[in-house]
């Protein structure tokens, strides 16, 4: 009689179990994005329909609005932290500076306190700078968390390119400068790109600090998916929450091309 093997059962209930905490909430989220209307008890929309749609990117909607300041402002996040990144970077693959590990980690502190305290004395901060409400305030804000990004994977990046190639450039009579550009920046770029997407979706997802810093004079499109959700809008909230995803998706598939195991293995080091 054949051997009867039992052991994918077990298997199989937790992979369905993984695929259900993993696409469960992102199937409900699909479906309340073109559920016209949804009570409770039924299953699935009694109606569908794309009219929420048309609210929320209608001009009275203020999602173009809140996503044209949510995408500008993680612009100027990812142009000002790679400004601080890429001679940072560099510098602490480069020079043998001293305290090095404890620079690295000072990076870390934004990360190390909870959000709330922190985002609330720096809006009392701002509002006496007259910061409070602004585009550049809300930059600002973001490029705490994002210098976490922007440095350790630039110094990483700056650590993975081989120091001689750059020592060959400069025997040959190649500048510093020159090599810099020529050899050192090329190789390092792909995780620089990588570096800036992770600047780009942590700015674009901050929801905190550009609560207490940006609203209600900047409106953005975590602040616009908080409201929605507070005020019973699933609709309105799932659609936001979608726009917000794709990009992130998009973006993260865009990374594990970018970041290669020998920049990896450089981050912390």
């Known amino acids: 009689m054949p ?3 039992l052991w994918w059962l077990p298997r199989a209930l937790v992979l369905g179990l ?14 309340w994005t073109v559920a016209e209307r949804w009570y409770f008890p039924n299953a699935l929309p009694m109606r569908y329909g794309f009219s929420f749609w048309a609210r929320v990117f209608s001009p009275r909607g203020n999602a173009m609005e809140a996503l044209g300041n949510s995408v500008l402002v993680a612009m100027l996040t990812v142009i000002l932290a790679l400004a601080l990144a890429i001679p940072a970077g560099f510098a602490l693959a480069r020079l043998k ?3 090095r590990g404890l ?3 000072a990076f870390l502190l934004p990360q190390a306190f909870p959000n709330l305290p922190v985002y609330v004395n720096i809006a009392r901060v701002f509002y006496q700078l007259g910061l409070n409400g602004t585009i550049l305030g809300v930059v600002l804000v973001h490029m705490t968390h994002g210098l976490v990004f922007a440095v350790w994977i630039a110094t990483a990046a700056f650590s993975a390119v081989d120091v001689e190639l750059e020592q060959a450039a400069r025997s ?8 810099f550009r020529d050899i050192t920046l090329p190789l390092a770029m792909p995780g620089l790109m990588a570096s800036a997407i992770f600047v780009f979706l942590e700015s674009l997802d901050e929801f905190t600090g550009s609560y207490f810093v940006g609203a209600p004079d900047i409106n953005m499109l975590p602040l616009l998916l908080y409201t929605a959700s507070g005020g019973g809008n699933y609709q309105i909230a799932s659609i936001t929450a979608l726009v917000l995803l794709v990009p992130s998706i998009g973006f993260m598939l865009v990374v594990e091309r970018f970041l290669k ?8 080091h």
């Open 103 to 105: 620079i690295l980690l």
């Open 3 to 5: 051997k009867i093997d």
């Open 172 to 179: 040959v009579g190649a500048s510093a400068i020159r090599t």
């Open 261 to 268: 195991s020998d920049v990896l293995s450089k981050v912390g």
């Open 97 to 99: 500076l001293p305290f």
């Open 18 to 31: 993984l695929a259900f905490v993993i696409f469960g909430p992102l199937t409900n989220l699909v479906l």
